[in-house]
């Protein structure tokens, strides 16, 4: 018998209806856009961080590397990279980072699996902030070759997200088009994106 996930905050539960008994983290974790102006301990984002560096990797590469910003001078910099839509709310945001993903090993080889790697770091982060009572948003509404010049990123490293991380604020402080939209998104069934034995092939009992 399939249980309800318990801790689901709220907010969330209006709008996601699990249908297994997974962990409330991965549930309650979205990316919202309104963001509290109260800072970050450092303890709490260096514990995010953290949780970041112990993401899996494919062959221990670990390519992906966070740039910070957390005073007004660094995050004005990073605000001249990200897209004008994105500015008008992440830019309250006590810390923005850049996730990049280092492209080849160190003997120069291409790694394929560089951007999956910086995505499970991603994942990893977001979930620690959830935790820490954090809100985290990934945007990839930037300007990456700006990005790359302002922030001296080096040949053989690619731009993937930038994240906006802080506590969560009022809705109604964010632009009209903009409160609308400030609600946990859906998820499409797992019957939809589970297959068994090859592409297409429904899994019986999945809903």
Same mark, same amino acid.
């Given at each position: 018998?399939? $249980?309800?996930?318990?801790?689901?905050? /709220? $907010?969330?539960?209006?709008?996601?209806?699990?249908?297994?008994?997974?962990?409330?983290?991965?549930?309650?974790?979205? +990316?919202?856009?309104?963001?509290?102006?109260?800072?970050?301990?450092?303890?709490?984002?260096?514990?995010?961080? /953290?949780?970041?560096?112990? !993401?899996? +990797? %494919?062959?221990?590469?670990?390519?992906?590397?966070?740039?910070?910003?957390?005073? *007004?001078? #660094?995050? #004005?910099?990073?605000?001249?990279?990200?897209?004008?839509?994105?500015?008008?709310?992440? $830019?309250?945001?006590? =810390?923005?980072?850049?996730? %990049? +993903?280092?492209?080849?090993?160190? @003997?120069?080889?291409?790694?394929?699996?560089?951007?999956? *790697? &910086?995505?499970?770091?991603?994942? +990893?982060?977001?979930?620690?902030?959830?935790?820490?009572?954090?809100?985290?948003?990934?945007?990839?509404?930037? #300007?990456? *070759?700006? !990005?790359?010049?302002?922030? &001296?990123?080096?040949?053989?490293? /690619?731009?993937?997200? =930038?994240?906006?991380?802080?506590?969560?604020? *009022?809705?109604? @402080?964010?632009?009209?088009?903009? $409160?609308?939209?400030?609600?946990?998104?859906?998820?499409?069934?797992?019957?939809?994106?589970?297959?068994?034995?090859?592409?297409?092939?429904?899994? #019986?009992?999945?809903?």
């Amino acid at each position: 018998m399939k $249980q309800l996930v318990e801790g689901l905050k /709220e $907010q969330v539960a209006a709008h996601r209806q699990p249908n297994y008994d997974a962990p409330a983290v991965f549930i309650n974790r979205w +990316s919202p856009r309104a963001f509290a102006p109260r800072p970050i301990d450092e303890e709490t984002l260096f514990a995010v961080l /953290e949780a970041a560096r112990f !993401a899996p +990797s %494919a062959n221990n590469l670990q390519p992906w590397r966070f740039i910070i910003a957390r005073t *007004d001078v #660094d995050r #004005d910099l990073f605000c001249q990279f990200i897209n004008e839509g994105n500015v008008t709310w992440c $830019q309250k945001a006590p =810390v923005l980072l850049l996730l %990049a +993903s280092q492209t080849t090993t160190e @003997d120069g080889r291409n790694n394929r699996m560089h951007a999956f *790697d &910086a995505g499970a770091a991603w994942a +990893s982060l977001a979930l620690a902030a959830e935790m820490k009572g954090l809100a985290a948003h990934a945007m990839g509404g930037f #300007d990456r *070759d700006r !990005a790359r010049e302002l922030l &001296a990123l080096p040949d053989g490293f /690619e731009p993937q997200v =930038v994240i906006a991380l802080g506590y969560q604020g *009022d809705a109604a @402080d964010l632009p009209p088009a903009l $409160q609308e939209r400030e609600k946990p998104n859906g998820r499409r069934p797992l019957a939809e994106t589970v297959f068994e034995g090859r592409f297409g092939r429904a899994v #019986d009992g999945l809903v």
